[in-house]
């Protein structure tokens, strides 16, 4: 058997219910090759490795997870490194899937905006508030940095939420599946980089105005338009896009 590890945040989902409704939204999509991140005890793996004619891989850290893994799964392919640290795993076009940590769940999702667009879909177990956060819209309390990046290369959606009784050992906190779906057609932008450290720097204090935040970011003629007396999360990613060129 194995340990659970709480510094690398183990909560082991054990819910049957609960993995063939995330294995029913995979199945809504088309792919080759498929990514489970941290498939810790197997139990997602269980149903992911039944799915015919698609390459499985699946990335673990944990030594005795891997090891347990390998004895239960013949035949699987487990890249054994952080994904955090992991080089793109599939020279194709591929989706990923997760019961993810949840400590490094804003980690996890700016490496799978580092892969766009060859990760085409994403469907992930997050803890509640930071899905909550990812498919949030303008003008509500969680809409922030993680909104604006994320929706920039991905359309997203919340697919259900999971109790705490669903996972060994329970978290301490509600759980929610969301879906990312690449887009074909990203927005405008002066640069990427420049987007990215424009919204950075607009939620630097939330309740100061764009004006405030983003002096020295954006020309400082531009500063006086009526834009900037607008706080960050009123903006969308539209807005935030065209407001890259005035850097």
């Known amino acids: ?28 999509i088309q792919f080759n090759n498929l990514l489970e991140v941290g498939p810790g005890g197997g139990a997602l793996t269980s149903a992911l490795i039944q799915i015919e004619n698609i390459h499985f891989k699946t990335v673990e850290i944990d030594d005795e ?7 239960k799964f013949t035949g699987l392919e487990i890249i054994h490194k952080n994904f955090l640290d992991l080089e793109k795993p599939f020279d194709m076009p591929f989706t ?3 019961n993810f940590p949840y400590n490094i769940s804003s980690q996890i999702l700016f ?7 060859d990760v085409t879909d994403t469907i992930g177990m997050f803890q509640k508030e ?17 909104s604006v990046l994320v929706q920039y290369y991905f359309e997203t959606s919340y697919l259900f939420s999971v109790s705490k009784a669903c996972f060994n050992p329970p978290p301490k906190v ?7 779906t690449a887009r074909k057609d990203l927005l405008p932008v002066k640069s990427e980089s420049s987007y990215k450290k424009l919204v950075k720097a607009s939620f630097a204090q939330r309740r100061k105005t764009l004006r405030n935040n983003l ?22 990613v539209e807005e935030y896009a065209a407001l890259s060129f005035f850097m």
Do not use: C, N
Not at 174 to 180: A, D, T
């Open 65 to 71: 997870k891997v090891a347990y893994l390998k004895k």
């Open 130 to 146: 930071v899905a909550e956060r990812v498919v949030s819209k303008p003008g509500t309390k969680d809409y922030g940095i993680l």
């Open 174 to 180: 509600e759980s929610g599946v969301i879906k990312l």
């Open 215 to 236: 002096k020295g970011i954006i020309h400082t003629e531009k500063l006086s338009e009526p834009l900037f007396d607008r706080r960050a999360e009123t903006l969308s």
């Open 1 to 28: 058997m194995y340990r659970l590890k709480k510094s690398l945040g183990q909560h082991f989902l054990k819910d049957q219910h609960i993995i063939q409704k995330i294995v029913g939204e995979l199945g809504k």
């Open 96 to 98: 990923i899937i997760g």
């Open 111 to 117: 490496k799978i905006i580092d892969w766009f667009p």
